[in-house]
């Protein structure tokens, strides 16, 4: 039996550690022995997992060395998995003090789970603060004998990169049924017929250490609000997770349900009517794709840097004088696809060509027309929902002929020589 270490270290959003634990329960239905380590703000879906793990906090620091090299020592898998290389990557800022790569000290096959499709990209992260900064990632992902990358989101597999193998991301198909949606309306206090837009929200991404990112998260938000509000009035907008009240008095179409366990959020998932997101790496947005729920990521492609960058926009008519207004006291605003960090030129080589991002819409967050005429068609037009619907049949077609993942991960320990 093999022994399999998964290492989830983000301690602000779920997404990498659930992407670990999918991965892990594959290879424990197939005989594996999985052990997982994670960060204590992960500790609620480790623990509903079912699966041993270890926790570790950023604040011990030193000991969360002393934690990983206890585990490594006493389990002595086989291979180790970084979930995901990024995110582990940058573990010297803060939890592991001797640095991310000490980790290859132990003759153990590391291998990253590869979100980004790295070796297509510059090794630079674009970020953005009061100005545009670029982060470069250390570059040893190259000296890793393969990576695993996640279906969906990245490119389907092809030759082009022997060292990278797939592994299936998405839980089994649950159909959304019409018990799921009366029970979700019931409990949030709506009507059969009242519809509801969830939006993804991560910690990261409300709950920001700097105060400009802090300030604009706070003011996007009252522009998706001002969007909903021009939707018909049986719609509302629903968040999971942690609000501040000023958002929930501010706008009363805005309903929110605390954080839950996986199979709960999951569950919620499948009973609304539509996912929008700000982030178009969400693992919620993979989780729609495959289970049949429209969904709608905002992006924005153009920086706005001053107020003649304002005016060009004014003259577009792309945006109502609610939105110019709200541009002008918003610059500088900058590309994302992951707000409010940015990552546009990052996030180009796996979003190139790539068919999953077809299975849903991408729109410009300031095209007010678009956005509403979009969220309205989506909601209540049966011939633009079927049509978004047939992408992710097709896709999700695809993705059915590619190996399952103990199959491609056999193939993985094949091409690194772990007998």
Known sequence: MKKILVLCMSHISYGETRMGLSLARQLVAAGFDV????????????????MPYTLFSRMY??????ILDDLINNKKPDLIILADYFIYSQ??????NAGPWTI?????????????????????????????KTMPIDAKIFEMPAYLRPIPFCHLPDKSCPKAF??????????????????????????DCDKIIMMTQSTWQDDCDY??????SENIFSLICYYIDKLPENVFMLIVGDVSETKILNNKRLLVRPRCDPSVFNRIVLSVDMLLSLNISSTALTYAVNNHIPAIALTNNCNYICLQDVERFAETNKGGEYV????????????????PWGLYELMEAVCKDNQYFKCFEQINVLNEQEIIRTMHETIFCKKHKSGLLACQETYRRQ?????????????????????
């Open 211 to 216: 105060d400009m990112l802090a300030r604009k």
């Open 61 to 66: 620091g030193l000991p969360s060395d002393y």
């Open 166 to 191: 797939h592994y299936h991301l998405y839980e089994p198909n649950i159909e959304s049924g019409q018990g799921d949606k009366k029970w979700l309306r019931e409990s949030l206090g709506l009507r």
């Open 35 to 50: 052990h997982l380590m994670g960060e204590v703000y992960s500790e609620g879906i480790l623990r509903s997992s079912g």
């Open 324 to 339: 110019v207004k709200w541009l002008r006291n918003n610059i500088p605003f900058y590309k994302f696809r992951l707000f």
């Open 104 to 132: 290859l000290d132990y003759g153990i096959p590391v291998i990253p789970i590869d979100c980004w499709e790295w070796n297509e990209t510059n090794m630079l992260v674009d970020v953005y603060f009061d100005e545009k």
């Open 91 to 96: 573990m010297h800022r803060g939890g592991l």
């Open 399 to 419: 993705v059915a002929l590619l190996d399952g993942t103990v199959e491609s991960f056999y193939k993985m320990m094949d091409y690194v020589g772990v007998q």
